[in-house]
């Protein structure tokens, strides 16, 4: 919110000689967000004056219209001023910029000869000189001295504040709110602009038929005024508060109204009364109707939506913004001025549901003050009747449905307590004085929140109030004590181990939202039984697109993988550990629990609440695609495959101390013929290998894009491990090679052989793939360097020949296994 100096002023006295950077201190202190002070008296540098446009002159040679000025600036002749605007006449008063002034944005006036002629300066609009985006012409001015400084005539004499209003303190949403927290915070006087007007009662017969049949609306007020020149031009003072607020005038009416929004913080609505046709009604939409709204955009209407209604349909989106049908237009004569107190939450939601936001609707969401509807009505009318003209109808409505505000129960000392100063009784209730509050009791203190503070509903909010107005600086700062921890937890390690081991293998670590959209699966390939699409969906998710939650990770990873090969990076291996979500037996037979907020739930409540838990395992996934080694001057390069995916899951399990078994494996999103299962103790706990083909294109991914997923809570954690023992005797190294199947899985046969060798065996490593058409058709030879040791005495040529044979006999048995002569 833009707030100028000059408007805060009249509401807060401030002290003679106040600077810029103490009211800067002041605003900050209260709480309030600075973020940019804009001193409009900096603006335009050197002569800016008021000129009087003593002749023009057309000038027709050329391809747009040009007109030569010659304009009074106080000198002893006029200044010749060439300028294309036509908003201008004979006579009128303007704002000229002689030479040697600097307009925004380093723009230097000079004398220059141009379409012919020589122009002494510019007649500037009121963009040129930064008071405001309107460009459609120069500006004239109502009143003023030929030859006197113009910066107080169109504004550049003040310094404008503009805020950040956080959501805690919507009364600030307005000069009324701001200045009463400028005057408290500089010990000066606060002038109330609310007592400018005065209340009258409601009459028995209203200015408009009205019936409310919401309870989101607890105060409904109407005033009318005949006879009004609706579209006058504004007084120079409110035009001008407007500009420099960051609102352009538009027509009385209008400004009225946004001028006191802007100062009481009370939205208005100006309808034509003749527009309107039989009774106002306010009610909730029904499914079905639409209304089009000033932004000329036709809006479906939700049931849950607050209307205004007279016979012809909607009318207004009631707070937020108003409807075509009813909006005051040029032939505006009669106005009904509306002043109402919306439900904030209803309003909250009706903004986002239409993506709607304005300014009426940032007010009444954080919540506007009920008790001034009638004063800012009255307000309204009343600048009307004295700027417009007209009369003000004797009728009154004020359909009033406001129930008492609830009382807060605080203890004295709870705000000593909470901050750790030492507050006083007197100190306590003076500063919730100075919020607004009444005040009662002794040492319980029974306070009554100000009509303007719906945010104080809570002990807490009290004590708030004492510590931010008697001054943050007061509370003393120290360093809390730290306290010694337990240290990782064993799962801690092992996600560390398994990260830090990725990333010293080249992989990239990232975090993705766990939110995919229900169209993923398809895109996954996922089968319609398969029980990674019984995904839990979020009531109220952060992207409409993406309401579900994951149960693969790769489901979200895939898209940070897509937004790099978007931005032209194409070798890529990237990982992400965390949470995929289950939902958990029954699930979807339970209810929604609805736990309060206002206090703790019951333990029944909990325990329901609980069992709706998804089963949340820890999982990590791998995706790789491009070249795994680039290609050089000396290499051909080498792209990625399969492989990867499962040295990856291989780096995985050694990081956390398991033994990985492979298998061949068929599981989406995986391609059939190259996907390995990854097994640990004979459990299932993941998969690797290359997407399929179909997935690549759906997603967009390169094809042969390789990718690996392990279901990491599946993974024991390995017990204290054991001190190794180490012999001195030497090894005995035996190479056997074995003929398999084409389809054998070699980690499988070397299982078998493990088994077979037994305790003796040191190591077991596969060095040569061998296949020829002495083999076989379809056979393959497997060759192994076998690595034996004993610990107590150096093994023969013999037991090692019998340990071979015994690897190879389970081998055999298994997988029809011989020895490769």
């Given at each position: 919110m833009r707030i100028p100096v000059s408007w805060l002023s009249e509401y807060a006295a401030l002290p003679e000689g106040l600077s810029t950077a103490e009211l800067d201190a002041a605003l900050v202190d209260a709480g309030l967000e600075v973020e940019e002070v804009h001193d409009l008296r900096e603006q335009v540098a050197g002569p800016l004056v008021v000129g009087r446009v003593a002749s023009v002159e057309e000038l027709t040679e050329f391809k747009k219209p040009i007109r030569h000025c010659h304009v009074e600036v106080g000198e002893d002749e006029p200044r010749s001023i060439i300028c294309g605007a036509r908003n201008f006449a004979e006579g009128d008063l303007v704002v000229v910029a002689l030479p040697g002034a600097v307009l925004p944005g380093g723009f230097t006036i000079g004398s220059r000869k141009t379409y012919g002629r020589l122009s002494e300066g510019m007649i500037c609009s009121a963009r040129e000189l930064g008071v405001s985006d309107d460009h459609e012409g120069i500006m004239v001015l109502p009143e003023g001295t030929v030859g006197e400084d113009a910066r107080a005539l169109v504004g550049l004499d003040d310094v404008v504040f503009e805020l950040a209003i956080t959501p805690d303190m919507g009364y600030c949403f307005s000069v009324r709110g701001i200045a009463r927290e400028v005057a408290h915070r500089l010990g000066v006087a606060f002038a109330d602009p609310v007592a400018k007007a005065v209340e009258?009662?409601?009459?028995d017969e209203?200015?408009?038929?009205?019936?409310?049949?919401?309870?989101?609306?607890?105060?409904?007020?109407?005033?009318?005024v005949h006879g009004v020149d609706a579209n006058a031009e504004s007084p120079e003072w409110m035009a001008k508060r407007l500009t420099q607020a960051g609102m352009r005038p538009i027509g009385l009416a209008v400004d009225v109204t946004n001028y006191l929004m802007l100062e009481l913080g009370h939205p208005l609505h100006a309808f034509d009364l003749d527009r309107l046709s039989g009774d106002l009604v306010v009610r909730r939409a029904s499914s079905g109707e639409k209304l089009t709204t000033l932004d000329d955009v036709e809006r479906a209407l939700d049931p849950e939506d607050m209307v205004i209604y007279d016979d012809s349909?909607?009318?207004s989106l009631a707070g937020v913004m108003g409807g075509e049908s009813s909006e005051v237009g040029p032939g505006t004569r009669n106005v009904l001025i509306e002043a109402a107190h919306w439900d904030p939450v209803a309003i909250a939601r009706t903004s986002r549901r239409h993506r709607l936001t304005?300014?009426?609707?940032?007010?009444?969401?954080?919540?506007?003050?009920?008790?001034?509807?009638?004063?800012?009505?009255?307000?309204?009318?009343?600048?009307?009747?004295?700027?417009?003209?007209?009369?003000?109808?004797?009728?009154?409505?004020?359909?009033?449905?406001?129930?008492?505000?609830?009382?807060?129960?605080?203890?004295?000392?709870?705000?000593?307590?909470?901050?750790?100063?030492?507050?006083?009784?007197?100190?306590?209730?003076?500063?919730?004085?100075?919020?607004g509050c009444t005040v009662e009791g002794d040492e319980v203190l029974t306070v009554t929140p100000a009509s303007w503070r719906p945010d104080l509903t809570d002990p807490a909010d009290l004590v708030e109030e004492v510590a931010r107005l008697h001054g943050y600086k007061h509370i003393p700062s120290s360093i809390p004590r730290a306290i010694a921890g337990t240290g990782l937890t064993p799962e801690q390690r092992r996600r560390r181990r398994v990260a830090r081991a990725l990333a010293d293998n080249?992989?990239?670590?990232?975090?993705?939202?766990?939110?995919?959209?229900?169209?993923?699966?398809?895109?996954?390939?996922?089968?319609?039984?398969?029980?990674?699409?019984?995904?839990?969906?979020?009531?109220?998710?952060?992207?409409?697109?993406?309401?579900?939650?994951?149960?693969?990770?790769?489901?979200?990873?895939?898209?940070?993988?897509?937004?790099?090969?978007?931005?032209?990076?194409?070798?890529?291996?990237?990982?992400?550990?965390?949470?995929?979500?289950?939902?958990?037996?029954?699930?979807?037979?339970?209810?929604?629990?609805?736990?309060?907020?206002?206090?703790?739930?019951?333990?029944?409540a909990i325990s329901a609440a609980i069992q709706r838990l998804p089963v949340q395992p820890r999982h990590v996934a791998a995706i790789l695609c491009g070249q795994a080694v680039p290609a050089g001057v000396d290499s051909a390069g080498r792209a990625v495959d399969w492989a990867d995916a499962v040295e990856a899951a291989e780096i995985v399990a050694e990081a956390s101390g398991v033994k990985l078994e492979t298998a061949q494996g068929e599981?989406?999103?995986?391609h059939p013929g190259r996907c390995a299962e990854l097994r640990v103790d004979g459990e299932v706990v993941g998969h690797a290998g290359e997407l399929h083909p179909e997935v690549c294109e759906a997603l967009g991914l390169p094809r042969?894009?390789?990718?690996?997923e392990i279901d990491l809570t599946a993974v024991a954690l390995p017990g204290p491990a054991s001190a190794p023992e180490i012999s001195h005797y030497p090894a005995t190294l035996i190479d056997v090679a074995v003929v398999v199947a084409e389809v054998v899985p070699s980690g499988e046969v070397e299982a078998a052989l493990r088994e077979g060798a037994g305790e003796l065996l040191d190591s077991l490593r596969l060095f040569d793939v061998y296949r020829d058409a002495k083999l076989g058709e379809d056979r393959k030879s497997l060759a192994f360097k076998m690595e034996l040791r004993a610990g107590d005495r150096t093994l023969t040529n013999e037991e090692g020949v019998a340990i071979r044979d015994a690897a190879v006999a389970v081998a055999a048995a298994r997988f029809g296994a011989t020895i490769r002569e």
């Open positions: 009258h009662p409601a009459t209203p200015p408009h038929p009205i019936r409310v049949e919401t309870d989101g609306c607890t105060r409904f007020t109407l005033r009318a349909g909607p009318l304005s300014e009426a609707s940032k007010r009444y969401e954080r919540g506007a003050d009920p008790a001034i509807s009638m004063l800012a009505a009255q307000r309204a009318a009343d600048l009307l009747v004295e700027y417009g003209g007209g009369t003000l109808a004797d009728q009154v409505a004020d359909v009033d449905h406001r129930g008492p505000v609830e009382a807060i129960e605080l203890p004295v000392d709870l705000p000593a307590k909470t901050t750790g100063v030492d507050y006083d009784r007197a100190t306590v209730v003076a500063m919730i004085e100075a919020a080249g992989f990239v670590e990232t975090y993705t939202f766990p939110f995919v959209s229900r169209e993923r699966a398809d895109e996954l390939g996922l089968d319609e039984k398969d029980p990674q699409r019984d995904a839990v969906a979020v009531l109220n998710p952060m992207d409409d697109a993406a309401p579900l939650l994951r149960t693969t990770i790769l489901a979200s990873l895939v898209g940070a993988v897509r937004t790099n090969l978007a931005r032209g990076t194409r070798d890529l291996a990237v990982f992400e550990e965390g949470l995929v979500f289950v939902p958990s037996e029954g699930w979807s037979e339970l209810e929604i629990v609805d736990l309060p907020v206002s206090k703790r739930p019951e333990d029944e599981s989406a999103p995986w042969r894009t390789a990718a690996v």
